[in-house]
Nanobody, 125 residues
């Protein structure tokens, strides 16, 4: 079955940086659309960033634009979320997600994704 394994979370001071990784296996990675989502305590899960199958289209939630960068490495079947200028409000469990073909305007919709990782915790103080 498809596996998504996140890593790279941790605790960091405000203004710091982290890079999350999500290794994906048993999926045709090169044709998959990928996303990062997060869920803070007491809040609903929200989209953070997404990237199309060929990497030409990326999209971000407004609150992270200019600070976060999503990229994919098809050779390593890994998607990354590079997070800079972190704020306490970025504290959450971060999940990666994968799907087959997704229309670009749906890349940030949770319902577009079939496969999910277990999450990695990011804490910003």
């Amino acid at each position: 079955h498809v596996q998504l394994v996140e890593s790279g979370g941790g605790s960091v001071q405000a203004g710091g940086s982290l890079r999350l990784s999500c290794k994906i296996s048993r999926l045709t990675f090169s044709s998959a659309c990928l996303g990062w989502f997060r869920q803070a305590p007491g809040k609903e899960r929200e989209a953070v960033a997404s990237i199309s199958s060929v990497g030409l289209v990326t999209d971000y939630v407004d609150s992270v634009k200019g600070r976060f960068n999503i990229r994919r490495d098809n050779g390593q079947t890994t998607v990354y979320l590079e997070m800079n200028s972190l704020k306490p409000e970025d504290t959450a469990m971060y999940y990666c997600a994968a799907a087959g073909a997704v229309s670009w305007w749906l890349l940030l919709q949770e319902s577009s994704y079939n496969y999910w990782g277990q999450g990695t915790q990011v804490t910003v103080s």
